[in-house]
């Protein structure tokens, strides 16, 4: 079974940056892409980015491109999410998840005991 720990996240002013890492143990074990989604209160989930564990293929939402960038190292088994010039729009509880699939340009997170979830991490972007 693959286990996601995620860390980093906080408070921002609008404009300022944060970074979020998500560390997996099991990497390596068939995974295609690791994801990262968010979730406001009162929301669904929105898929935001995701990357390729092999060819290092990422994907944007619109809401978040030109100012996200989603990078990997795998000698320490980790996904990150560099979040720059950040919106109080993108306040959100943050989770990355394995396997994800990207169907029509929408990305969905595993179900229910087929896939892991990150426990998740609250982003908060102040006015």
């Known amino acids: 079974e693959v286990h996601l720990v995620e860390s980093g996240g906080g408070l921002v002013q609008a404009g300022g940056s944060l970074t979020l890492s998500c560390t997996a143990s099991?990497?390596?074990?068939?995974?295609?892409?690791i994801g990262w989604f968010r979730q406001a209160p009162g929301k669904g989930r929105e898929g935001v980015s995701c990357i390729s564990s092999s060819d290092g293929l990422v994907y944007y939402a619109d809401s978040v491109k030109g100012r996200f960038t989603i990078s990997k190292e795998n000698s320490k088994n980790t996904v990150y999410l560099q979040m720059n010039n950040l919106k109080p729009e993108d306040t959100a509880v943050y989770y990355c998840?394995?396997?994800?699939?990207?169907?029509?340009?929408?990305?969905?997170?595993?179900?229910?005991?087929?896939?892991?979830w990150g426990q998740g991490i609250q982003v908060t972007v102040s006015s």
């Open positions: 998840a394995t396997p994800v699939t990207l169907v029509g340009g929408t990305l969905f997170g595993p179900h229910e005991g087929l896939g892991s």
């Open positions: 099991g990497f390596g074990s068939g995974i295609a892409e």
